[in-house]
Nanobody, 123 residues
Framework: QVQLVESGGGLVQAGGSLRLSCAAS????????MGWFRQPPGKEREFVAS????????YYADAVKGRFTISRDNAKNTVYLQMSSLKPDDTGVYYC????????????????WGQGTQVTVSS
């Protein structure tokens, strides 16, 4: 079982930046594809970004392209989401997830999830 713990959320003004981190409990995380998802208030969870193993390919939702960057540090078993030019529509609970195929595709089956971290962007 892989445990994922997110951190780095908070309150930020529109136009600001935040960096989310997701630490994995097991070294075998290194073969997993990793993704970030978010759930806006009153809405369903949606895909934000993902990255394959070992990190050569990344995928982004259209709403965040050019503003968010996903990366991973395999030596630290950690994946990051750098968020810039934040908008109020980016508000939500952000979840880190892992999938065992290593492909990190939008359509991959993400089996492991963190508890989420709140991001609030004020206008």
């Amino acid at each position: 079982q892989v445990q994922l713990v997110e951190s780095g959320g908070g309150l930020v003004q529109a136009g600001g930046s935040l960096r989310l981190s997701c630490a994995a409990s097991r070294r075998t995380y290194s073969v997993y594809g990793m993704g970030w998802f978010r759930q806006p208030p009153g809405k369903e969870r949606e895909f934000v970004a993902s990255i394959n193993w070992p990190g050569g390919r990344t995928y982004y939702a259209d709403a965040v392209k050019g503003r968010f960057t996903i990366s991973r540090d395999n030596a630290k078993n950690t994946v990051y989401l750098q968020m810039s030019s934040l908008k109020p529509d980016d508000t939500g609970v952000y979840y880190c997830a892992g999938e065992p195929s290593g492909n990190g595709l939008i359509s991959s089956r993400y089996d492991w999830w963190g508890q989420g971290t709140q991001v609030t962007v004020s206008s």
